[in-house]
């Protein structure tokens, strides 16, 4: 995001501009809520300094969207947590229009998304842009009916989703399984021994004192330049 897409939104100098990320970054290896803070703060910053109005949101944990077992949900559901609570952070820095997208109904019903079961299908969208569109309205930079929640197009029938997964399915399954897999079962097997111990809070403990020191860390001043 920082080496492309920000470049190419600022140089469209938007009015409003829509940040709605957290999920990929919860489904690698490589997650680090303090880096995940750092250019979260960066990119809400620049487009901020311009003037931009940011749409923002927060997101539900990738584990119940996949119907994951308990033991391998929970650790995404608490590292979408930890996104999410620097999401929130950072929308009320900027003064953001903020959606809270991981509470309601929606997220339970499968017509809503796609089959990959982890982005929005077209009634999905629709329902995101009918929020959002009446959150812009509370501020009085909507007017206008909000748009249809109801689909143009026919929902994907169950044939085509079953080739997607065939497909573009099977190469999204193998990256995760090199990617993710050996460290979420790692963090599986975390999971039940503190289980297993009545400790589980301990987990819960930690992640709230990492974002707050990723929080902490982005509220740092700049050193004053010599003179």
Excluded: K
Aim: aromatic share 4%.
């Amino acid at each position: 995001m920082l080496q492309t897409q920000l470049p190419a939104a600022l140089a469209l100098r938007p009015d409003l501009a829509s940040v709605v990320v957290g999920v990929n970054d919860t489904l690698r290896c490589t997650f680090d809520i303090h880096a995940v803070a750092a250019r979260l703060d960066r990119v809400y910053g620049a487009l901020h300094a311009q003037g931009a109005v940011l749409l923002t949101a927060c997101l539900p944990d990738p584990g119940a969207m996949l119907g994951l077992p308990g033991a391998l949900a929970r650790p995404l559901a608490r590292r979408q947590r930890a996104v999410n609570a620097v999401v929130h952070a950072l929308s009320d820095r900027y003064g953001a229009v903020h959606l809270h997208a991981c509470e309601g109904d929606w997220i339970t019903d499968r017509a809503m998304w796609s089959a990959d079961r982890l982005h929005p299908g077209e009634r999905g969208h629709r329902q995101l842009a009918a929020r959002f569109h009446a959150l812009l309205a509370e501020r009085g930079l909507a007017t206008g009916p909000g748009p249809s929640t109801e689909p143009e197009f026919p929902a994907p029938t169950r044939s085509a989703s079953v080739w997607w997964l065939a497909t573009a399915g099977t190469g999204w399954v193998a990256r995760r399984c090199t990617d993710l897999l050996p460290q979420l079962l790692t963090l599986a097997a975390d999971e039940l021994r503190h289980h297993a111990r009545g400790t589980s809070a301990r987990l819960d403990l930690r992640a709230s004192a990492a974002v707050s020191a990723a929080l902490a860390a982005l509220s740092v001043p700049e050193p004053a330049d010599a003179a």
